[in-house]
């Protein structure tokens, strides 16, 4: 039941008469002054102008400062959005199945269980869906082996994985390390159990299975194609596949094609009627579409041609709202009173913005895993659609479109509050390509000036945040050689204030620890409003 939501007003401070505008650098964080990082090599004349600001600080947004496991494990958009729409740090996907596996707890729920009596009745096959990687950002690759080893154990005696190869929460091309680890572990689990568990296909996460917020069906369309119809290139096994396709030195894991394992001319392991499928990424925006196609009787994204009657689980919940998946292996955290419920209920219209690909983070998980709107009355949400190319083409991507849109919101006077995510960091930064990440750098330092020249002259105040670093670190050195990253990085990341009538009524906190879940209870200081109780302490305090 949802909590009594109240906002109490500061004694000293009543805000100001202008809006108030968070702007989301997505995938920018503070990195080494050097040619590694592409938000210091861009021209960025307003990000530097705030970084000298008495209102400025960084914040962490890895690890267990965002809900994660440890503090070796990256930060991602959808916990940072978590924890910022939250103001408190819950534990997120990562650790919740973490902890699961750990203690065994997974694998006593009913539909586990269930999944197993469905196997062993129709003595069919079950099949692993996921990314391949140890990135635990969607995935972690113990996870499916502890899965495969306990339905070893209860008597499952054939198995087929799909395994979608990441290369960009981890090295660009490090699949064939994943594949050696993974085909070990089958080995050693038939030989011990006597069982039949192979790799039946695959493909790289951009271009296979793992697409979101319906950018882009023909992603799913090519893993449906390989995983259920067995149609893709064809290949002995997962190690020929890529080495096959790394003869092409410009692609990289993300991007290598679908692909299917034969034997004797026909597919290892299609999805048959009977069979069951646990799609193991526990991250839910790149999951909700492929689930949608195993389990949607009237589904129109694209012709499935066949639709095996078996059973369905994911990792865990990926849309509570939607209920997708019906079956799932872990209940998702809760996650009441976000911000966006507090600001509801004290009747503050606002308004959300960003493009397609991440549409959903300035939404759905800035709003607590929930779908739709709180409030409909006074809430406005706005997506750009993105391009439909590969981002270091178009580094731009919607910034200038998204820019347009938010000045026209904030113009019109109807709005008190507005969230705006620039994704050109993050989804530029995954590509790896310097040139490409500074230009997006600059256009994005280019929105923010006219952004933040808006409100003002408007009489606001604009916050400035990252969610997570990633375009500030382009290569890493391992072994004396620089190596491409693409993936999030663990630096942290800044936050910034730029308030038009600011007269030192509020310095910056002395606080032991900043982190993105400190940001809520600062936005709502900035509106004149106290922090709820359970709330994380805010970034400023009043003199």
Known sequence: MEKKLKLNTLRNFTGRSGPLLLVILDGVGIGRQDDSNGVYLAKT?????????????????????????????????????????????????????????????????????????????????????????????????????????????????????????????????????????????????????????RIASGGGRMVTTMDRYNADWSVVKRGWDAHVLGKGKRFSSAKEAVETFYKDSSVTDQYLDAFVITEKGESVGTIKDGDAVVF??????????????FEEKDFKEFDRERVP????????????????????????????????????????????????????????FWNGNNSGYINDSIETYIEIPSDRLQFDKAPKMKAREITEKTIEFLASGDYKFGRVNFANGDMVGHTGKPEAIIEAMEVVDECLGKLIDTVNRLNG???????????????????????????????????????????????????????LSNVAATLLNLLGYEKPQDYDTSLIEFV
Not at 103 to 125: A, C, H, M, P, Y
Request: hydrophobic share 35%.
């Open 309 to 364: 009657e078996m059973l369905y689980v994911g990792m865990i919940e990926y849309d509570g709202d939607l209920c997708i998946p019906k079956n799932f292996l872990v209940s998702p955290q809760k996650i009441d009173g976000a911000i966006s419920n507090y600001m509801c209920a004290a009747k503050i219209p606002s308004f959300a913005i960003s493009e397609t690909q991440k549409y959903g983070h300035v939404t759905y």
């Open 280 to 293: 193991f990424n526990f991250r839910g925006d790149r999951a909700i579409e492929i689930s949608r196609a």
């Open 461 to 515: 105040v604009t916050a400035i945040v990252a969610d997570h670093g990633n375009s500030e670190e382009m290569y890493t050195i391992q072994d004396r050689k620089k190596i491409v990253s693409t993936a999030h990085s663990l630096n942290p990341v800044p936050f910034a204030i730029v308030d038009s009538k600011y007269s030192n009524e509020y310095k910056m906190a002395d606080l032991r620890e900043r982190g």
């Open 45 to 197: 004349p307003n990000l530097d102008k705030l970084m000298k600001s008495s209102l400025y600080t960084t914040l962490k947004a890895h690890g267990k400062a965002v809900g994660m496991p440890s503090d070796s494990d990256m930060g991602n958009s959808e916990v940072g959005h978590n924890t910022l729409g939250a103001g408190r740090i819950f534990p997120q996907g990562a650790t919740l199945v973490n902890n699961a596996v750990i203690n065994g707890e997974i694998f006593k729920g009913e539909v586990w269980k269930k999944l197993v009596q469905q196997i062993k009745q129709n003595d069919s096959t079950l099949h692993f869906i996921g990314l391949l990687s140890d990135g635990n950002v969607h995935s972690h690759i113990n996870h499916l082996f502890a899965m495969l080893k306990q339905a070893s154990e209860e008597g499952v005696r054939k198995a087929r994985l799909h395994i979608l190869l990441d290369g960009r929460d981890v090295y660009e091309r490090s699949a064939l390390e994943y594949i050696e680890k993974t085909e070990n572990f089958l080995l050693e689990i038939n030989k011990k159990y006597k069982t039949d568990f």
